[in-house]
């Protein structure tokens, strides 16, 4: 399994760091939709699903969470703690976030709309999916 992490650029001077995102430049994929999680409580488990069609970048701009990425046959853990880094996650994988510190911020720019039915949210669902398209 391929694990694309991507490192942005920050810009800094003695008033703190700024990072700029752009599609197609820095990211993938057109920005259709951003949202974030905060406030996650302690063994929280967020995620547990793949999608269809949709692809993200998530980015844990302030604090630190691991990432379940699952493709059906192989499993790794990505640790998300700089706020210039962000990893990849296209529509064929299955995702859990967890281990949330209590100051994590986690962002993700997603390349759709909201679509339900876009959603994997069975996991044996999941690997009938994985296993007819390969």
Sequence with gaps: M?????????HGDDRGQLVALEEFKDIPFHIKRVYYMYDTASGVVRGKHAHKKLEQILICISGSCKILLDNGSE???VNLEKPY????ISND????MYDFSDDAVLMVLASELYDESDYIRDYDEF????RENS
């Design 2 to 10: 391929q694990v694309v992490k991507y490192m942005f650029q920050p």
């Design 75 to 77: 499993k790794k853990v």
């Design 85 to 88: 880094e962000g990893l990849y």
């Design 93 to 96: 994988m299955w995702r859990e």
């Design 127 to 130: 690997l009938n999916m994985v």
